[in-house]
């Protein structure tokens, strides 16, 4: 990101402004019951910003509602509001409030809650994504690749290693959009991915990858289970793609001026 207008929340808009297409899609396919999550999720997010900015005088971030998208789209159904909490409460502090919020944070806050959802709440049945909103995650990468704030590498990285899966014979045609909408709103956080672009390109590489392992031997996997499981292990090896591309930069510098 560049100096000058590029600071978070320029970042954290343009995101909002990709993912439209996609809510506007959820929205009309859920209704008022997509609606009522989606401000449930904004509200306890929105609090805990609050309560951070009194406590720490840490201003708000409109990545909040960024959060509140990925959990109201691909939280766990049928949790009880309590479960929902403790949850959401979880993932906004633990990975993102605590750090300084967004920005400074290391793993992507909804990727935390889901994952936290996954294994507290392991009976809970997963929402089933319509195919539409696999069409929809496709102008989102679009656009945020030209706003600058999803990296096309990232992207391209996961769609090569799913092409030749599925080109191979691996049926992802059911899990499609479950694939997609996770890419473009967990994986592809410009903060929580990684920063050069080799660490990006195996970035994606990994997620796609992931991807393909679980579903060719993960007997009984709800599809978004399997991807935000991806999508967690990913963002956790961010980091060191980052240290290799780093490694391989000084070694070539090395070997040109000694």
């Known amino acids: 990101m560049t100096r000058g207008i590029w600071d978070r929340e320029t970042v954290a808009l343009l995101l909002l402004i990709a993912v439209f297409p996609l809510v506007l899609t959820w929205l009309i396919a859920t209704g008022i019951e997509g609606a009522a999550r ?27 509602a960024l959060t ?16 929902l909490l403790l949850s959401t409460s979880f993932g906004v502090v633990m990975a993102d409030l605590a750090f300084g919020g967004w920005g400074r944070n290391v793993l992507n806050p909804g990727t935390v809650t889901l994952a936290f959802m996954g294994f507290g709440y392991a009976t809970a049945p997963w929402p089933v994504l319509e195919v539409q909103l696999a ?14 704030v999803i990296s096309p590498a990232l992207l391209l990285g996961a769609v090569a ?23 473009v709103l967990l994986v592809a956080d410009p903060v929580a991915s990684a920063a050069s672009t080799l660490g990006r390109w195996l970035t994606g590489g990994l997620y796609g990858g992931l991807v393909v392992l679980f579903a060719a031997n993960w007997q009984g996997v709800d599809p978004l289970q399997m991807c935000v499981s991806a999508a967690l292990l990913t963002s956790l090896a961010a980091p060191l793609f980052d240290e290799v591309s780093l ?12």
């Open 247 to 258: 490694m391989i930069w000084l070694q070539r510098r090395k070997r040109t001026h000694g």
């Open 135 to 148: 069409w929809a995650a496709v102008p989102v990468g679009l656009i945020g690749v030209l706003a600058g």
């Open 161 to 183: 290693v799913l092409a030749v899966a599925m080109l191979s014979g691996l049926d992802l045609g059911g899990a499609m959009p479950a694939i997609l909408v996770v890419l």
């Open 68 to 83: 509140a998208v990925a959990l109201a789209m691909l939280a766990p159904e049928d949790l009880g509001l309590i479960a």
């Open 38 to 64: 989606l401000a449930f999720f904004l509200v306890v997010a929105g609090i805990w910003h609050v309560i951070w900015m009194l406590a720490r005088a840490q201003p708000p971030s409109l990545a909040g």
